[in-house]
């Protein structure tokens, strides 16, 4: 199938030199998730899409990353894609025809048609449990707002689920489509150096926040790192990062409801309950 000329690409459409797949055998038949952007600026993903992991996550192919200018599908020479509001107000509106036809080109670019996420900040807060559902997703259709938001009718027409990721108003939905690129990627299979990382991260099967962290050297200005970090007890370990998570955790979240299990190793699921 031949590229629209309007399509920005990132991921297994774009061909990394030989040199920076150390082993092809790693590199996935087809990408395990697929992230469609809709944005006025394409271009302010290219430095987020070409570092660190995700860049490798993109050369592996485990991810795909595609990249719409909304402006393609305005209607006229201008290639306009807002207006004022009715009523009156400050600021322009994200008009609906050129946003509803660019997720629906968009949807029908190849199957599943996927899950339409709006960034707004009158969405529903990301979090780590939403995190893995949309990681469980084939294709996720991200829609970055601009201006004083969307027409409203673009919300009734598509039925997107409406993404925050603070009570804070930013420039436009960029910024959120690239925090839900990075938190969901990290839980696609084989994007860490080791899967095992997105498991003790913070917020992770337990809902624990992250225990410290110490490396070299073992003693700076006066701080060393704890004893048990170095007595090569991996039992007393696990019980003091498990302890230190607790803590970390009640000290932010004084009202959570937190799991007593003080013995088990950090990490570990929590036993069933019938």
């Known amino acids: 199938m031949s590229t629209p000329n309007h399509e920005v690409k990132s991921g297994s459409d774009a061909v990394p030199p030989a040199s920076s797949v150390e082993d092809s055998s790693t590199v996935a038949s087809r990408p395990l998730i697929r992230f469609d952007v809709l944005t006025l600026f394409p271009n302010l993903f290219e430095g987020f899409l070409s570092e660190?992991?995700?860049?490798?996550?993109?050369?592996?192919?485990?991810?795909?990353?595609?990249?719409?200018?909304?402006?393609?599908?305005?209607?006229?020479?201008?290639?306009?894609?807002?207006?004022?509001?009715?009523?009156?107000?400050?600021?322009?509106?994200?008009?609906?025809?050129?946003?509803?036809?660019a997720v629906e080109a968009v949807q029908a670019l190849t199957a599943p048609p996927g899950l339409v996420l709006a960034m707004t900040p009158s969405g529903r807060r990301l979090d780590q449990e939403w995190v893995r559902r949309l990681a469980t997703q084939p294709r996720l259709i991200l829609l970055c707002g601009r201006y004083e938001g969307f027409d409203e009718r673009i919300i009734e027409l598509l039925q997107p689920?409406?993404?925050?990721?603070?009570?804070?108003?930013?420039?436009?939905g960029e910024v959120p489509a690239m925090v839900v690129i990075d938190a969901v990627s990290r839980l696609i299979p084989g994007v860490l150096g080791d899967d095992q990382s997105a498991v003790e991260d913070s917020f992770g099967p337990e809902g624990l926040l992250d225990h410290p962290h110490y490396t070299r050297p073992r003693l700076y200005r006066g701080l060393s790192v704890p004893e048990v970090l170095t007595s090569g007890n991996h039992a007393e370990i696990a019980r003091w990062r498990r302890e230190q998570a607790l803590q970390r955790t009640r000290q932010r979240f004084r009202e959570a409801v937190l799991p007593t299990i003080p013995n088990a190793p950090y990490g570990s699921a929590p036993p069933a309950t019938e």
């Open 52 to 101: 660190s992991i995700l860049k490798r996550a993109l050369e592996r192919n485990l991810i795909a990353v595609h990249r719409h200018d909304l402006r393609t599908w305005a209607s006229n020479k201008h290639h306009q894609v807002d207006d004022r509001p009715f009523g009156g107000g400050p600021g322009m509106v994200l008009m609906a025809p050129p946003v509803v036809e």
């Open 161 to 172: 689920e409406l993404v925050s990721i603070g009570d804070y108003v930013l420039s436009g």
